[in-house]
């Protein structure tokens, strides 16, 4: 199962890689996923948008197909393990890119996204930039 990062979705939504485009269309959308602190961060940039109606509406439209992915009882060891290991080398990633990759980690899948370095961090994550 491939994941979504937020980057991915908005570089999609916006029409910025054909690349990406591409890749996703290709791919059934029984094997993509989102986690759902991707799908707040996406509501978040709608709800800031200057039509944040629309722009809501087209991220729903977006995220329809796919599996939202919560974070969860399983993901929550991972995200202890990670973060103490990256605080203990001095390497925090943010907070929310935490949680995905604990999602992530958690579901056993592969996350797409264009921010390789900062999740390149992450012990054991699975990355593919489509972009």
Request: charge should be neutral; include cysteine; aromatic fraction near 6%.
């Amino acid at each position: 199962m491939f994941y979504l990062d937020t980057n991915a979705c908005v570089v999609f939504l916006r029409g910025k890689s054909e690349a990406l485009r591409d890749r996703l269309l290709a791919e059934p959308p029984s094997r993509l996923a989102v986690p759902s602190i991707v799908e707040a961060e996406l509501l978040l940039g709608a709800r800031l948008s200057a039509d944040p109606d629309a722009t809501a509406a087209a991220v729903r439209a977006f995220l329809g197909p796919f599996t939202v992915e919560p974070f969860g009882s399983a993901a929550a060891p991972h995200y202890a393990v990670v973060r103490a290991t990256l605080r203990k080398r001095g390497e925090l990633i943010g907070p929310n890119d935490l949680i995905v990759a604990a999602t992530v980690l958690a579901a056993g899948g592969v996350l797409v996204t264009h921010n390789t370095k900062e999740f390149a961090r992450v012990p054991g994550l699975l990355l593919e930039d489509w972009q």
